[in-house]
């Protein structure tokens, strides 16, 4: 049993931070201290845990001193504003934004892809972009047999991927729609509801959408693959927590379906959900809530002799944020690596 | 100016039918007489069209007598009921229905594609499958520039391509969640509000879905290219009326961006919608109701030298039935080919 440790959750009331805080207390985390912190306007307010009312601290540069670990899901210019801090207080940040996933020193960890990777830190590690890794987890059994070499992925990504006040955003908008009145758009750039949209993440040089990008760049980094070709093309849509995803891979040679299926049905993370005769395959409302990442529609590409297309939906706040983060501190704790 | 004929809807009460009426009336559509048909159940109701109520009748062996074309969008049973009857009254059938689309010799026509292939028909014109039309009017000028070899597509349907009532139950299954009650599926086979599905129509023996392989095998067809290899992946997504699809194409050398984005942009049906400073490209709310396919994203695949991504939305009702289909009769009027 290893030592309780002092943890802080920074951004705290955020989709990310609540869900956070609810895995600690499930999952049983060996806490010795939990610390919530957010930006000055949640000061004063608490959050239960575990039949406690937890107080919410405006977060400042003394706030890390007796921490640990951090959990950072604030977003990429908190996380950089306070990322020296934490370090400094010789806290570890397990970091949920973008903020530092691309630095060569930074490991970008996927507890069932790369643990090992996490040992190495400097004192920051940095948990992927949703979709990189339910996707990761969902493809990594298959590329431990035969290299995976190209990837054309298109993605059907909640609202909850955009905070939750877009989750209720979408909700207003439906209530507006289907009372006859017109949608406002606030948090999302577009009205969600009864609608989609190519997401709105920057667009980069090359002409994908950063979102795009985290997935090509992050997925080869986890994979430790940099020769993996990805082409993804991401979507917004008005679900409102379990990201969706088409996945099509190319591998070298023919990669026989059943063995795909055995491999993914044993590996940790991801569920085989699939009924042929019911045409009953992974759906969000399924996946919703679930740690694993549910993976179905496994068939031989007719259009490639090395094609294989799955089909995968996971929840976009447990496995493709919070639940990932605490996977990687329990890894830490455990094996001493903090 | 083509002498009026005389038409007959088949199945003039449904999503595809009230369009076919709509759109005879806007385009002014040379009418000597128009007949509405449908089952039964409908028998005694009456359609405006053009200011005038017409009533609805019941579909039997002598409806189709004094017919010059008949629309039969009335689903797959229903044509293939009536298709004999239709064809020895001397009307030619233009059949929104998959019943005849892969019959040799039963030509299968997306106007701005393969005109010239209605010509020789023998009584019957199919209408292809509706995110076939969208996707082949979109990739078409580029096929024709350069043949496609290989084509990767994702689908997100909407409702209406389950029908009119489809498109209802989404909007209670909307109002039952926002009200925290249980969503009913009596229509589609699960809640699609906040949800979203793989299409669910039937698995054939390749492991693709019916409506995947429609996508396959008449873009073939109409393309006249058997050699090109396709895989796809459809999806239904609690959108009311617009297909959108996301479309990797390789081709056999790179094909340049810009070639394509001109192709597109000067071809007829299809409509050039990208504006990469504000991140504004086609959504299935600015496709509602519009004749043209709306194309953008188009952009370099980074994984693959010979490969372009690109994203489109279309009316499935219009584009992706019923104008497809008044254009082919259109197109019959015109070159005296009924």
Same mark, same amino acid.
């Given at each position: 049993?290893?030592?309780?440790?002092?943890?802080?959750?920074? /951004?705290?009331? /955020?989709?990310?931070?609540?869900?956070?805080?609810?895995?600690? +207390?499930?999952?049983?985390?060996?806490?010795?201290?939990?610390?919530?912190?957010?930006?000055?306007?949640?000061?004063?307010?608490?959050?239960?845990?575990?039949?406690?009312? *937890?107080?919410?601290?405006?977060?400042?540069?003394? +706030?890390? =001193?007796? #921490?640990?670990?951090?959990?950072?899901?604030?977003?990429?210019?908190?996380?950089?504003?306070?990322?020296?801090? $934490?370090?400094?207080?010789?806290?570890?940040?397990?970091?949920?934004?973008? +903020?530092?996933?691309?630095?060569?020193?930074?490991?970008?960890?996927?507890?069932? $892809?790369?643990?090992?990777?996490?040992? @190495?830190?400097?004192? $920051?590690?940095?948990?992927?972009?949703?979709?990189?890794?339910?996707?990761?987890?969902?493809?990594? !059994?298959?590329?431990?047999?035969?290299?995976?070499?190209?990837?054309?992925?298109?993605?059907?990504?909640?609202?909850?991927?955009?905070?939750?006040?877009?989750?209720?955003?979408?909700?207003?908008?439906?209530?507006?729609?289907?009372?006859?009145?017109?949608?406002?758009?606030?948090?999302? !750039?577009?009205?969600?509801?009864?609608?989609? &949209?190519?997401?709105?993440?920057?667009?980069?040089?090359?002409?994908? #959408?950063?979102?795009?990008?985290?997935?090509?760049?992050?997925?080869? =980094? $986890? &994979?430790?693959?940099?020769?993996?070709?990805?082409?993804?093309?991401?979507?917004?849509?008005?679900?409102?927590?379990?990201?969706?995803?088409?996945? @099509?891979?190319?591998?070298?040679?023919? &990669?026989?379906?059943?063995?795909?299926?055995?491999?993914?049905? =044993?590996?940790? /993370?991801? =569920?085989?959900?699939?009924?042929?005769?019911?045409?009953? &395959?992974?759906?969000?409302?399924?996946?919703?809530?679930?740690?694993?990442?549910?993976?179905?529609?496994?068939?031989?590409?007719?259009?490639?002799? @090395?094609?294989?297309?799955?089909?995968? #939906?996971?929840?976009?706040?447990?496995?493709?944020?919070?639940?990932?983060?605490?996977?990687?501190?329990?890894?830490?704790?455990?094996?001493?690596? *903090?």
């Amino acid at each position: 049993m290893p030592s309780p440790i002092r943890v802080a959750i920074l /951004g705290a009331t /955020g989709a990310v931070g609540t869900e956070l805080l609810e895995l600690l +207390a499930s999952r049983n985390f060996p806490l010795a201290d939990l610390k919530l912190l957010a930006s000055p306007r949640s000061a004063g307010k608490t959050l239960e845990f575990q039949g406690e009312k *937890l107080p919410i601290q405006v977060v400042d540069g003394s +706030a890390f =001193k007796d #921490c640990d670990l951090v959990l950072a899901s604030a977003g990429g210019s908190t996380s950089k504003r306070w990322a020296e801090e $934490i370090t400094k207080a010789g806290a570890v940040m397990v970091d949920n934004s973008s +903020a530092f996933r691309m630095v060569p020193e930074v490991p970008l960890v996927v507890p069932e $892809i790369n643990p090992e990777a996490a040992q @190495n830190h400097q004192g $920051i590690i940095a948990n992927p972009n949703c979709t990189t890794i339910l996707m990761g987890v969902a493809i990594y !059994p298959l590329h431990q047999i035969q290299p995976i070499q190209r990837i054309v992925v298109a993605t059907y990504q909640s609202a909850s991927g955009a905070g939750a006040m877009a989750m209720e955003e979408v909700k207003h908008q439906s209530r507006d729609i289907l009372a006859g009145k017109t949608p406002q758009a606030e948090i999302l !750039p577009y009205p969600l509801a009864f609608n989609l &949209f190519p997401h709105n993440s920057p667009i980069t040089d090359n002409h994908y #959408c950063e979102e795009e990008m985290k997935m090509v760049q992050e997925t080869r =980094k $986890i &994979f430790a693959a940099e020769e993996i070709r990805i082409t993804a093309t991401c979507v917004r849509v008005p679900v409102l927590r379990a990201h969706s995803e088409a996945v @099509n891979l190319e591998f070298a040679t023919p &990669f026989p379906v059943d063995l795909a299926k055995t491999a993914i049905a =044993k590996a940790p /993370g991801v =569920k085989l959900v699939e009924d042929w005769q019911k045409n009953y &395959f992974p759906m969000p409302i399924d996946a919703t809530g679930q740690d694993d990442v549910l993976v179905g529609r496994i068939r031989q590409d007719i259009s490639h002799p @090395n094609g294989l297309d799955l089909w995968l #939906c996971g929840d976009q706040i447990r496995k493709g944020a919070a639940l990932n983060a605490v996977q990687i501190a329990e890894l830490l704790v455990e094996r001493g690596w *903090l």
